[in-house]
Every structure is written in C-alpha cells, then in structure tokens.
C-alpha cells in the first residue's frame, strides 16, 4: 500500500463547476499538507501549504486537512478551462525535508 | 531571478553516456532537493542538499548518481552509463530554512530525459 494513494483521473467537470480533489493517506505523522499543480511536460506550481488539521482559503482554492480520517481535499470554485491540468498532493513529517506525492489526479476543464 | 531555473530542459542521449544537469536554486535558498518523476506518477525523492552538505540519499540514487552542490548555490546531478530506465523527468526544488518547520518547497520546470 502506498503512503499516499490519489485517483489519477482524468475528472471532466464543465466550466463554472465546484471541483473537489481527494487524498488519503496511510502516515499519521504527516503533519505538512501541500496541493500541487503541474501543466503538461511543465514542473509542478505549489498551490496551497497546510500544517496540521483545518481550512485554507486562497482565492478559487480552499484546502481541508482531516487528520482524524487522513484525508485531504482541494476545492476549486468556478473552475475555467486554464484549470485543466494535473493536480499533485504531497504530505510531509514534522521537520523533515522529503515531501512524498500523490500519483496526481488529471483535471479537465470544458468550456 | 524568481524562481528554480533547470538547465537543459531537454537532453536526448544514447545508451551508455554520461549526463549532467544543472539546478540554480530560488536566491537565499539554502534547501535543495531533487527528485524523479516518470509518466503517470508523483515525483519521487532522490536527494537533499542543506548548503553544500547533502545530507540524505534515497535508494532509487544508484552508484550511478552523483549530485554536488560545491558552494551551497547551484547544484548538478550526473547520471553516468545511462540506461533506457533512467528516461524521466528530474525536478529540482529549493526551500528556504524553517527552523525545524517544513518549509514550502518550489520547483524548477525539469528537464526531460530520454535516453535512446
């Protein structure tokens, strides 16, 4: 089993959708939460970072942490075409330095 | 300089040569990781650079994989006697000190390996 499993996808959602993107993971020491994402043969763009259990809001993104269910998710709102890409979690241990990622989830947006 | 610059962004090579790859890391960064990323799948880690010193290895980091970072700033990776399994992505990231805290890493845009 794998620390970190993430559908691969590919999620077709049409313009203006609410996405949701899910990881779960297997490490309860995982403390450091980040959202990725990466355009085709581009290297991947740090979207969100979390510590620990909760909310955060950035804009069209919000990132939910459930420690207790280990359980992330990305919300995207009102999703655009430019959306469409593949989207990376990646989790760490306190004080460590070796981010482990998800296999990412591909995202298509349709106009 | 904004961000993680990667140099070549693309490198063809035959069975059997040597390659180097360059990473200039975000300025004042004083973390520099590489990883693997091949189709389909998260990148994983390789190794891990405070300043100069590199401080851990994975085990996907064969005798065949050297990588330096002589004066804490730019750092290569080689890849020696090349073998059709080591076509991939390689990503370089940076991050600056966290005081015991994981910091947020930043990539470069990688540079794609195939070899023939």
């Known amino acids: 089993q794998k620390e970190v499993e993430q559908d691969p996808g590919p999620l077709s959602v049409p313009e203006g959708a609410i996405v949701s993107l899910n990881c779960t993971y297997s490490?309860?020491?995982?403390?450091?939460f980040m959202w990725y994402r990466q355009y085709s043969r581009k290297g991947p763009e740090l979207l969100m970072y979390t510590y620990s259990s909760g909310n955060k809001e950035d804009g069209r993104f919000t990132a939910q942490v459930d420690k207790s269910s280990k359980y992330i998710s990305l919300f995207i709102r009102d999703s655009q075409p430019s959306d469409s890409a593949t989207y990376l979690c990646?989790?760490?241990?306190?004080?460590?330095?070796?981010?482990?990622f998800g296999t990412g989830t591909r995202l298509k947006v349709l106009a | 300089d904004t961000g993680v610059s990667q140099d070549p962004r693309h490198k063809i090579t035959k069975r059997g040569q040597n390659v180097t790859f360059r990473c200039d890391p975000i300025?004042?960064?004083?973390?520099l990781y590489w990883y693997r990323q091949t189709l389909g799948q998260g990148p994983e880690f390789l190794t891990y650079f405070q300043n100069e010193a590199q401080l851990e290895k994975s085990r996907l980091l064969s005798d065949r994989f050297s990588a330096e970072r002589p004066k804490g700033s730019f750092s290569t990776l080689e890849i020696q006697r090349t073998e059709q399994g080591d076509s991939a992505m390689y990503l370089c990231?940076?991050?600056?000190?966290?005081?015991?805290?994981?910091?947020?890493?930043?990539f470069g845009q990688g540079t794609r390996l195939t070899v023939v």
């Open positions: 300025s004042e960064h004083n973390r």
């Open positions: 490490n309860s020491a995982f403390q450091y």
């Open positions: 990646a989790m760490a241990t306190s004080g460590t330095y070796k981010y482990i």
């Open positions: 990231a940076s991050s600056d000190r966290g005081y015991e805290r994981t910091t947020e890493a930043f």
